[in-house]
């Protein structure tokens, strides 16, 4: 774990996954590259070809091994990440979306709405009324 953000790098992620079973390394160095560029636009093909398998091969590994395909992954450890600034800096939506690749405005929304029911604003909207209302709460007590 880092100190400044108390999240897990993406060692401790790969270990944790390595932990709970054997995994295959060539998903496991994909899982890394994952970590380390998920501020970048990486394609499936690139990380099939980083791993010397064919595209279809990569999948259909990746799928067996994490339960998950390659896309789908990435997506949901973009909007953790995505949950995760929203919650503790003070960064636009715009800047995060930069800061995760760059991602469609109209897309990224969508994709956080799917992934969490509500859009970016809307998200960082509760936890701003959540953090008055405790404090509301412990100031009335």
Not at 26 to 39: F, G, K, Q
Not at 44 to 51: D, T
Request: hydrophobic share 35%; charged share 30%.
């Amino acid at each position: 774990m880092t100190q400044s953000t108390g999240c897990l790098t993406r060692e401790d992620a790969v270990q944790l996954v390595r932990k709970e079973k054997r995994m295959d390394r060539r998903v496991s160095t994909a899982l890394e590259l994952i970590h380390c560029n998920l501020h970048k636009r990486i394609s499936i093909a690139e990380l099939a070809r980083a791993v010397n398998l064919s595209r279809w091969r990569f999948c259909h590994l990746f799928k067996t091994e994490m339960s998950l395909s390659p896309s789908v992954y990435i997506g949901t450890r973009r909007m953790l990440e995505a949950e995760k600034l929203l919650g503790e800096t003070f960064l636009s939506v715009k800047e995060i979306r930069a800061e995760l690749g760059n991602l469609d405005r109209t897309h990224f929304s969508r994709a956080f709405k799917k992934y969490r029911g509500l859009t970016p604003a809307q998200f960082r909207r509760r936890l701003v009324d959540n953090i008055h209302k405790t404090t509301t709460q412990y100031a009335a007590t």
